[in-house]
């Protein structure tokens, strides 16, 4: 009757590495099938991002009186491409803890932030899939396809990773979806619309250009702004957030950034470890 | 390590003012089939959640598989497989892919999962949707997958919370086979929550909730033989007068009501005979109901289960969990 008692020496004693990196894999790779299979959700997360380049831009255009406003959006753009199956990744936290899937996770022998990891790691892949799809369109926007493109891609990596931390954080902080829905929703309009992807940040009066500075999306845009490749992204004058009157390095913008997903990381893990 | 799969001693949580569970004791023996028995918003979730280490007991000790839930939640989490009320596969996953990733998030070596894999498979009869998104399974369906998905890691004790609820009755008695092969095969602790009467009457042992408490244990036998007696329903010509003989030459305290005249007897079949023989009055019928479980919840907790599902309890079982 106690067969299953005298199994093989239990093969979950191994080393806390390995199992954490075979948990991290595991919840990556189910992102990433979900993703593969769910191709209507890819379809409906590109149609908003292209809309935006499309119409907006192209009726920018004719207001400017010139070309070249499509180039501008482009970095905005990449970002709105990726922001949202990063944001799917928190959406599913939610949901998960409603329909009782997450604690089919949590009751799993793993530490729980190489789940969170392995989550993140799933949006950020996500993400970057849909940047990458959108980033094959930069010749619509005037943007030469030039090796500078690789290096944007790297940076779609790292922002959309960051944005599935952020996601992930406030799924863990907000229980249900509803909430999320909206605090997502709110917080996103003016984090986009302070961050120089749809207009130059440059002109703006003083508190807004503070705001600007404290928004992680600016640095975000900026970068991407910076390494496109060719001057279709770029207008004359300061578009991005200033640090003292001049732009900050490039390194400096996406240390920033990665400095956010690590703080957003460790936070949501250590509340995901809580137990109730 | 103590002899039992599951023991609690004084197991209690509380959810601010409110008390889920009021100092739970416990003591289920390896391989028994254990029902937890008690109508919605008893504390059965939460107790549950407490032996699978997600939820803080508020006091009280409890270890499963002879692991401490609070001082070693991480082997009594590689020793128990859990089953929750809510349906937990992955939709978007296939059947195999679903247990392939619960078999790495639980750290089972990849040739042995694949073997395990395809033998759980063929013992909850999902052999031929293996590849199939299981967003196309019926509930039963998933209800097996998950049966099977419990079991990967090899545990020694199954928690399953309300493993038949919203499924059609025919599913239930499949999902029944089910819990009793795979208790005969692999030899594993089923440790299950339910609200259905009937089923408890799987068991090995039952425990009773009620409100946060364990009013009676044992096996659903002994339960029934605290009722100590069958009851007869008879349909007379004349109630009274049948009611009058039965005291008369018998001594048995019967009443009459709109259902016939009813008694209670110790061994209902044989007293048939007797009873005829001396009654003057015509017999019409004559039933003999067994004491079920449902007399022996009556019994402890002076309402039926379904009473107790109506009360104020009911609110409480979503917040609960």
Same mark, same amino acid.
């Given at each position: 009757?106690?067969?299953?008692?005298?199994? $093989? $020496?239990?093969?979950?004693?191994?080393?806390?590495?390995?199992?954490?990196?075979?948990?991290?894999?595991?919840?990556?790779?189910?992102?990433?099938?979900?993703?593969?299979?769910?191709?209507?959700?890819?379809?409906?997360?590109?149609?908003?991002?292209?809309?935006?380049?499309?119409?907006?831009?192209?009726?920018?255009?004719?207001?400017?009186?010139?070309?070249?406003?499509?180039?501008?959006?482009?970095?905005?753009?990449?970002?709105?491409?990726?922001?949202?199956?990063?944001?799917?990744?928190?959406?599913?936290?939610?949901?998960?803890?409603?329909?009782?899937?997450?604690?089919?996770?949590?009751?799993?022998?793993?530490?729980?932030?190489?789940?969170?990891?392995?989550?993140?790691?799933?949006?950020?892949?996500?993400?970057?899939?849909?940047?990458?799809?959108?980033?094959?369109?930069?010749?619509?926007?005037?943007?030469?396809?030039?090796?500078?493109?690789?290096?944007?891609?790297?940076?779609?990596?790292?922002?959309?990773?960051?944005?599935?931390?952020?996601?992930?954080?406030?799924?863990?902080?907000?229980?249900?979806?509803?909430?999320?829905?909206?605090?997502?929703?709110?917080?996103?309009?003016?984090?986009?619309?302070?961050?120089?992807?749809?207009?130059?940040?440059?002109?703006?009066?003083?508190?807004?250009?503070?705001?600007?500075?404290?928004?992680?999306?600016?640095?975000?845009?900026?970068?991407?702004?910076?390494?496109?490749?060719?001057?279709?992204?770029?207008?004359?004058?300061?578009?991005?957030?200033?640090?003292?009157?001049?732009?900050?390095?490039?390194?400096?913008?996406?240390?920033?950034?990665?400095?956010?997903?690590?703080?957003?990381?460790?936070?949501?893990?250590?509340?995901?470890?809580?137990?109730? | 390590?103590?002899?039992?799969?599951?023991?609690?001693?004084?197991?209690?949580?509380?959810?601010?003012?409110?008390?889920?569970?009021?100092?739970?004791?416990?003591?289920?023996?390896?391989?028994?089939?254990?029902?937890?028995?008690?109508?919605?918003?008893?504390?059965?979730?939460?107790?549950?959640?407490?032996?699978?280490?997600?939820?803080?007991?508020?006091?009280?000790?409890?270890?499963?598989?002879?692991?401490?839930?609070?001082?070693?939640?991480?082997?009594?989490?590689?020793?128990?497989?859990?089953?929750?009320?809510?349906?937990?596969?992955?939709?978007?996953?296939?059947?195999?892919?679903?247990?392939?990733?619960?078999?790495?998030?639980?750290?089972?070596?990849?040739?042995?999962?694949?073997?395990?894999?395809?033998?759980?498979?063929?013992?909850?009869?999902?052999?031929?949707?293996?590849?199939?998104?299981?967003?196309?399974?019926?509930?039963?369906?998933?209800?097996?997958?998950?049966?099977?998905?419990?079991?990967?890691?090899?545990?020694?004790?199954?928690?399953?919370?309300?493993?038949?609820?919203?499924?059609? $009755?025919?599913?239930?008695?499949?999902?029944?086979?089910?819990?009793?092969?795979?208790?005969?095969?692999?030899?594993?602790?089923?440790?299950?929550?339910?609200?259905?009467?009937?089923?408890?009457?799987?068991?090995?042992?039952?425990?009773?909730?009620?409100?946060?408490?364990?009013?009676?244990?044992?096996?659903?036998?002994?339960?029934?033989?605290?009722?100590?007696?069958?009851?007869?329903?008879?349909?007379?010509?004349?109630?009274?007068?049948?009611?009058?003989?039965?005291?008369?030459?018998?001594?048995?305290?019967?009443?009459?009501?709109?259902?016939?005249?009813?008694?209670?007897?110790?061994?209902?079949?044989?007293?048939?005979?007797?009873?005829?023989?001396?009654?003057?009055? $015509?017999?019409?019928?004559?039933?003999?109901?067994?004491?079920?479980?449902?007399?022996?919840?009556?019994?402890?907790?002076?309402?039926?289960?379904?009473?107790?599902?109506?009360?104020?309890?009911?609110?409480?079982?979503?917040?609960?969990?």
């Amino acid at each position: 009757m106690l067969a299953s008692l005298e199994l $093989p $020496p239990d093969p979950l004693r191994r080393n806390r590495f390995g199992t954490d990196l075979r948990t991290i894999r595991v919840l990556w790779l189910r992102e990433v099938i979900r993703f593969g299979r769910n191709r209507l959700r890819v379809a409906m997360g590109l149609v908003s991002p292209l809309l935006f380049l499309l119409i907006l831009g192209t009726g920018l255009n004719s207001l400017m009186g010139g070309g070249g406003f499509q180039g501008y959006l482009f970095p905005g753009v990449l970002l709105m491409a990726v922001q949202a199956p990063a944001l799917a990744v928190g959406i599913s936290i939610v949901w998960d803890r409603q329909s009782g899937f997450l604690r089919q996770m949590l009751v799993a022998p793993v530490r729980r932030a190489a789940l969170v990891a392995g989550l993140c790691l799933g949006g950020a892949t996500a993400g970057t899939l849909y940047g990458l799809l959108v980033l094959v369109l930069a010749g619509v926007a005037g943007i030469p396809y030039r090796p500078e493109l690789l290096l944007v891609l790297g940076e779609l990596v790292l922002v959309s990773f960051t944005f599935t931390a952020m996601g992930v954080l406030a799924a863990v902080c907000i229980k249900r979806i509803e909430t999320f829905q909206v605090v997502i929703n709110l917080a996103l309009t003016p984090l986009l619309f302070l961050s120089g992807a749809v207009f130059p940040a440059g002109g703006l009066p003083g508190w807004l250009s503070a705001a600007v500075a404290v928004n992680p999306l600016a640095y975000a845009v900026d970068a991407l702004r910076r390494t496109l490749p060719g001057d279709a992204a770029r207008l004359p004058g300061t578009t991005g957030p200033q640090w003292w009157g001049s732009a900050p390095p490039l390194v400096a913008e996406l240390g920033l950034v990665a400095a956010l997903a690590a703080v957003a990381l460790v936070v949501a893990a250590r509340r995901f470890s809580r137990a109730e | 390590m103590s002899e039992y799969a599951v023991v609690a001693e004084g197991l209690r949580k509380t959810y601010g003012e409110r008390t889920a569970v009021k100092g739970l004791d416990l003591a289920v023996a390896p391989g028994q089939l254990f029902g937890f028995l008690g109508p919605n918003g008893a504390g059965k979730s939460t107790t549950i959640g407490m032996l699978c280490t997600l939820v803080r007991p508020t006091a009280g000790r409890a270890e499963v598989a002879g692991h401490d839930v609070l001082r070693a939640p991480a082997e009594v989490r590689r020793a128990i497989g859990l089953i929750f009320q809510e349906s937990t596969v992955d939709l978007d996953l296939t059947a195999e892919e679903n247990l392939r990733f619960h078999a790495e998030l639980f750290g089972v070596p990849r040739r042995r999962a694949r073997v395990a894999i395809a033998e759980l498979l063929e013992l909850v009869e999902l052999t031929d949707r293996r590849r199939s998104p299981v967003g196309t399974f019926s509930g039963g369906m998933r209800r097996r997958l998950e049966i099977a998905r419990g079991l990967l890691h090899t545990p020694r004790v199954l928690f399953l919370d309300e493993p038949t609820t919203g499924l059609d $009755p025919q599913t239930r008695i499949s999902i029944w086979a089910h819990l009793h092969r795979i208790r005969r095969e692999q030899g594993v602790t089923v440790f299950l929550t339910t609200h259905h009467l009937e089923e408890a009457e799987h068991c090995d042992r039952i425990a009773i909730l009620d409100a946060g408490e364990s009013v009676v244990s044992g096996t659903p036998a002994e339960l029934k033989a605290v009722i100590g007696a069958d009851l007869i329903t008879l349909r007379t010509g004349d109630d009274a007068a049948a009611v009058r003989a039965l005291r008369d030459h018998f001594g048995l305290d019967a009443d009459a009501g709109a259902d016939g005249v009813r008694v209670r007897v110790t061994d209902g079949a044989s007293f048939v005979p007797k009873l005829c023989a001396e009654l003057a009055v $015509p017999v019409h019928s004559v039933t003999v109901t067994a004491p079920a479980l449902d007399d022996v919840f009556v019994h402890y907790t002076g309402r039926t289960i379904r009473e107790a599902e109506d009360g104020p309890m009911a609110l409480a079982a979503t917040s609960g969990r």
